[in-house]
């Protein structure tokens, strides 16, 4: 008996296209992210209500009071977290990307919260909404690129939701002067 051949992991947006045509917007998925969630006490992982703070290639994302989301490179090991209380919760979701100066125009189509810079900027971090699919929102950088952190089962959904509504914007505005093309 000969044993069957190991096949490659692959994401659970591995057979979807992310492809916008869109000027100044990217979509993308950061698959099999090492996420851990992690339960505190006051004065541990003590990370700002809303934001994330970065230790080297690891995140810590505050979800609430006594609740924090390591994140980190696939495969990546959690010593950062001692001998806290923890969930390996890396399987039950994946990443998406939406990045470029259109990127929070076409989030606010969809999600409830202000992401007007000045209230959501870079390192800041919270559970919404993005269309009807539940995500743990993060903006990393200026640019703006956001993380959008869904359950794996809703990621198809989260990706074909992204798409249309930037179709949807074609020959429409989209932040920065930037048009969409048809």
Do not use: K
């Not at 692959?10 to 869109?22: F, I, Q």
């Not at 993380?147 to 932040?175: I, Q």
């Amino acid at each position: 008996m000969t044993a069957e051949p190991a096949t490659a992991r692959r994401g659970p947006l591995a057979d979807h296209p992310l492809e916008l045509t869109v000027p100044g917007l990217s979509l993308g998925e950061l698959p099999f992210l090492t996420m851990v969630n992690v339960r505190v006490r006051p004065g541990e992982l003590d990370v700002p209500a809303g934001s994330a703070r970065t230790v080297g290639e690891w995140a810590v994302l505050w979800l609430g009071p006594d609740e924090r989301l390591v994140v980190g490179p696939a495969a990546g090991s959690t010593d950062l977290v001692g001998g806290l209380p923890t969930v390996d919760v890396s399987a039950s979701r994946t990443t998406l990307t939406v990045a470029g100066v259109a990127a929070r125009e076409l989030l606010a189509t969809g999600c409830p919260l202000d992401l007007h810079p000045r209230v959501f900027g870079p390192g800041s971090v919270a559970q919404s909404t993005v269309g009807r699919a539940q995500v743990i929102l993060w903006q990393t950088t200026d640019l703006p690129v956001y993380r959008l952190l869904v359950r794996a089962s809703f990621a198809g959904y989260l990706a074909d939701w992204l798409t249309d509504a930037a179709v949807e914007h074609t020959g429409r505005s989209l932040g920065a002067g930037v048009t969409a093309e048809g």
